[in-house]
């Protein structure tokens, strides 16, 4: 793979079909009556930066070489102008290797590094912040309408969280339409799939919206900005220090996204209030995910 030849991107939704993604395990339910449920697989993923292993990620397995890409980009290890000559996948030893054009050799960076708030262990290197300080994010619109159109579309369609929960999502779109839904068991994973995917086909993200089933926590604001998209969304809450960055670099925050209701803390220029509410429909109960209440 080079980044001067780019296929056109393809579309990405959910597969909850694709056995691969998930495993029936048995066991009991309250009453104690046997029970068969699907739940999501977890393997490790070894990524390697030409000869330097990087990480060890736990994932449920699809696109890794989105995921591998993502991951170093977000973490500034790869530049958006860097040339990527190669990404090799083995399936079988489940190792990744992204190769480039130039030297690399980050062994001093890897011993910095701190464990993020999102679930599933994410880490995050300590540079991260002089990487956003020059980013000047576009101006862009939220158009209430596609806020609406975009979370019923979301939480309505199939995905591996309805079939098996235990999930997390992050989906890119552009207006109230979906272009890019990744899932998996941590939201750094999900999020790292998409900036993959944005540097594998040349996407602009000056235009997109990102929404996310996580907190909005600093991880996902900083990743979000690197990707140079100017527009996060949550079905979730906030933490002081992602509302806090948010607000530094420009970055549209909009959090607790249920039905009628949301609650903006950044960037509320950009919002467009064009939606009679009388005509957006509450959100149903089978769609509301799992500890909620707390802002999961």
């Not at 993020?116 to 994410?122: I, K, L, V």
């Not at 609406?148 to 979301?154: A, E, F, G, L, N």
């Not at 990707?227 to 670099?249: D, H, K, N, Y």
């Amino acid at each position: 793979m080079t980044t001067s030849a780019r296929a056109p991107a393809p579309r990405i939704l959910p597969n909850p079909s694709d056995p691969r993604l998930t495993e029936r395990v048995s066991g009991i339910d309250q009453t104690g009556v046997r029970v068969e449920i699907n739940v999501p697989v977890e393997r490790p993923l070894t990524l390697y930066l030409n000869a330097q292993e990087i990480v060890t990620m736990m994932t449920i397995g699809d696109y890794p070489e989105y995921l591998a890409l993502g991951y170093l980009l977000n973490q500034n290890m790869l530049k958006y102008d860097d040339v990527v000559t190669e990404v090799e996948y083995d399936d079988d030893l489940q190792v990744v290797v992204v190769r480039t054009a130039h030297h690399t050799n980050f062994e001093a960076k890897l011993k910095k590094r701190t464990q993020t708030s999102g679930c599933a262990q994410g880490t995050a290197f300590g540079d991260l912040m002089e990487a956003i300080e020059s980013i000047v994010l576009p101006k862009a619109e939220l158009r209430t309408s596609w806020l609406y159109q975009m979370t019923q579309t979301i939480n309505t369609m199939p995905s591996l969280y309805l079939e098996a929960g235990a999930i997390h999502g992050c989906v890119l779109c552009e207006q109230g339409t979906p272009v890019c839904y990744t899932e998996d068991v941590g939201r750094h994973n999900a999020v790292d799939k998409i900036a993959g995917w944005l540097y594998r086909h040349g996407v602009d993200p000056a235009d997109k919206i990102l929404y996310t089933t996580g907190r909005l926590t600093s991880e996902m604001v900083i990743k979000t900005v690197r990707m140079g998209i100017p527009i996060l969304v949550s079905r979730s809450g906030f933490t002081a220090w992602g509302v806090e960055l948010a607000r530094q670099v420009g970055l549209t925050l909009v959090g607790r996204t249920r039905g009628k209701r949301f609650i903006a803390l950044s960037g509320q220029e950009r919002i467009v209030y064009d939606q009679d509410l009388a005509y957006v429909e509450e959100e149903s109960a089978k769609h509301r995910r799992k500890g909620e209440g707390g802002d999961d």
